[in-house]
């Protein structure tokens, strides 16, 4: 796996992020349950990208 395709994964996931940061700000959750759903989703995706990231980085470190 390449460091390039682990950083396009990771900017994939940012924009999903950049998405419900969007709808969170105008509002959409129906509720308070989809209100925290919203939560733990934004949470997963940054928990998964900052391991691509770290991923990545290991990687970079180990070419050297």
């Known amino acids: ?3 390039n395709l682990l950083k396009h994964l990771s900017n ?3 924009e999903e992020l950049k998405v419900i940061e969007a709808d969170m700000a ?5 509720d308070f349950g989809a ?4 939560c ?3 949470r997963g995706l940054l928990m ?12 970079e470190q180990d070419d050297d």
């Open 1 to 3: 796996m390449s460091t």
């Open 12 to 14: 994939k996931v940012q």
């Open 26 to 30: 105008m509002g959409r959750a129906e």
């Open 35 to 38: 209100y925290k759903y919203a």
């Open 40 to 42: 733990g989703i934004y």
């Open 48 to 59: 998964a990208n900052n391991i691509l990231m770290e991923t990545a980085q290991h990687m």
